[in-house]
């Protein structure tokens, strides 16, 4: 191709045609630059498609983060009410013991009461992006918002939760030795995260629940617990429902790349 090209410019200097060369000269000049421009715009979109690529890549990895973190946020709000809830029966059960009809139950909440919940959100996908300055491939700038909004507030959920660790600890104090041993020790391995456990038979509360009244200060105790847990379930719902928009919000990036 190019000794066809030379091979003309060589025939239009010999016959002297000056002013059909220069034009010749100049739709070839033409034709070399409409050549790099395509090949521009070739690798531009390549690039565009590579960028586009990633940017996938990272909101599949982001959406997977955030329906565990939605999952995990459903699990603490569950936990932070059932430990309310088995506060409550505490609370009442030293207002009334003969109220209390099912033991095990009892003794179910006497020791889930002083569980901490160790939450555990993941954030893979966004520190990954973070670290390696790939945070621009995400277009959607409410979305990078949302995302770390949701982060800080997960930060301070946590510090919350290293303060309220503290009433858990005194309250524990307070009842380690109310139980026996071998019972407790039943109890806890019959429990499960939420409180509900499997314990078969267990001995009459009435007498444990006044001993526990005699306790100083564990109405105080237990009433700071439950006003932190009420106070937790409001973030971790929090935290749900930024976690579910969230994830809406990536599905629609998602069907923007892959329409």
């Known amino acids: 191709m190019l000794r066809f090209f030379r091979n003309i410019r060589q025939k239009l200097l010999e016959n002297g045609n000056l002013r059909k060369y220069f034009w010749y000269a100049l739709g070839?000049?033409?034709?070399?630059?409409?050549?790099?421009?395509?090949?521009?715009?070739i690798n531009n979109w390549n690039e565009e498609r590579k960028m586009r690529e990633r940017e996938s890549f990272y909101l599949k990895e982001l959406k997977v983060d955030f329906e565990r973190n939605r999952m995990e946020a459903k699990r603490l709000v569950q936990?932070?009410?059932?430990?309310?809830?088995?506060?409550?029966?505490?609370?009442?059960?030293?207002?009334?013991?003969?109220?209390v009809t099912d033991h095990t139950l009892w003794f179910t909440a006497l020791n889930h009461a002083w569980f901490l919940p160790h939450p555990v959100f993941v954030d893979n996908a966004?520190?990954?992006?973070?670290?390696?300055?790939?945070?621009?491939?995400?277009?959607?700038?409410?979305?990078i918002r949302e995302i770390g909004d949701f982060y800080q507030n997960v930060e301070s959920m946590n510090k919350l939760e290293d303060e309220w660790s503290a009433f858990h600890l005194i309250y524990r104090s307070k009842v380690n030795e109310l139980i026996e041993i071998d019972l407790r020790d039943t109890i806890m391995e019959s429990m499960s995260d939420s409180g509900v456990n499997g314990l078969e038979d267990s001995p009459d509360s009435r007498l444990y629940i006044i001993k526990m009244k005699e306790i100083e200060g564990i109405r105080g105790a237990l009433s700071d617990i439950e006003i932190n847990r009420g106070g937790s379930v409001v973030g971790y719902e929090l935290l749900q429902d930024k976690s579910l928009l969230i994830i809406e919000r990536i599905e629609e990036e998602l069907k923007r790349l892959d329409p």
């Open 28 to 41: 070839e000049i033409l034709l070399v630059v409409i050549g790099i421009l395509i090949a521009l715009q």
């Open 79 to 99: 936990f932070s009410k059932n430990q309310v809830a088995n506060i409550n029966l505490l609370l009442d059960s030293m207002n009334n013991p003969d109220q």
């Open 126 to 143: 966004w520190t990954q992006l973070q670290s390696t300055g790939n945070l621009t491939l995400i277009k959607n700038d409410t979305l």
